[in-house]
């Protein structure tokens, strides 16, 4: 039976650009990085989740993707309906700072929601939209 996830995908528009973007802003380190022709593999991770990865996936024409389908997810990813969260953090507004400094955009700041969490949503340079949260205490 299946018991865990081990891979996420998260399609970029260059992949070059998005591992600067997760790696050097975001804190996450390279998992893997193979190239086989046009096709690269590319996956970053945190260290905290040794097990879970995520695949930069770029948005190109493939074998599995046509010029219809490269315009249709560069659409969704333009206009941040593709992006994955909530993003965990002990501290949002802290993360929030500090992301800010090293240039993340944010739309919107650190928010106290009634449901739980404390959030704040940013894009990654490929104009996904992601969540940071923060668990309230109970």
Known sequence: MINR???ATIWVKDQNEALRFYTEKMGFE????FTNGDFRW???GLKEQPDLEFQLAGIKLSHALNQEDVNH???LVEAGQLGIGPWKTDDCQKTYETLKAKGVEFIQPPTDRPYGIIEAIFKDNSGNI???SQDKPR
């Open 5 to 7: 996830l081990s891979v």
């Open 130 to 132: 992601m969540v940071l």
């Open 73 to 75: 997810l560069t659409h």
């Open 30 to 33: 390279i998992r893997a990085d």
């Open 42 to 44: 590319l996956t970053i």
